[in-house]
C-alpha cells in the first residue's frame, strides 16, 4: 500500500472553493485506479470521486458539476477540486488506492477537513 498524504482542507464560505492534494511516498503511476472519499461526522465514509486509468472519471450525484478529480503522475500527486461548495460537504476527506478499498484495506491517511460555513 502507497502512503498517501491528504491536504488542502480549510474553512470556506458556501459558493466558495478548494482544492484537495493527495501526495504518494511512492509513484502514482503503479495505482490505477484512485479515489476520494469524505467521511461527515455521524455517517459512514463515502467514495465521492473516482478516477480510472487516469481519464474516466466518475462522481458522486451531490458533487457532479461541482467536484473535479485529476492527477499528475510527473508530481506524484491526486487532486480534487472542489466549487460551489455546501454545507453539507463539510467532512473529513480522504484519498486512496480504489480497488484496495473495493478489497477492503484498513489503510486510510489521516485525511483533510473540508468545513463549509452557511
Known amino acids: 500500500q502507497v502512503q498517501l498524504v491528504e491536504s488542502g482542507g480549510g474553512l470556506v464560505q458556501a459558493g466558495g472553493s478548494l482544492r484537495l492534494s493527495c501526495a504518494t511516498a511512492?509513484?502514482?503511476?503503479?495505482?490505477?485506479?484512485m479515489g476520494w472519499y469524505r467521511q461527515a461526522p455521524g455517517k459512514q465514509r463515502e467514495l465521492v470521486a473516482a478516477l480510472f486509468s487516469g481519464t474516466t472519471t466518475n462522481y458522486v450525484d451531490s458533487v457532479k458539476g461541482r467536484f473535479t478529480i485529476s492527477r499528475d503522475n510527473a508530481k506524484n500527486t491526486m487532486y480534487l477540486q472542489m466549487n460551489s461548495l455546501k454545507p453539507e460537504d463539510t467532512a473529513v476527506y480522504y484519498c486512496?488506492?480504489?480497488?484496495?478499498?473495493?478489497?477492503?484495506?484498513?489503510?486510510w491517511g489521516q485525511g483533510t477537513q473540508v468545513t463549509v460555513s452557511s
Open positions: 486512496n488506492d480504489y480497488w484496495a478499498v473495493v478489497r477492503g484495506t484498513l489503510y
Open positions: 511512492g509513484s502514482i503511476f503503479s495505482i490505477n485506479a
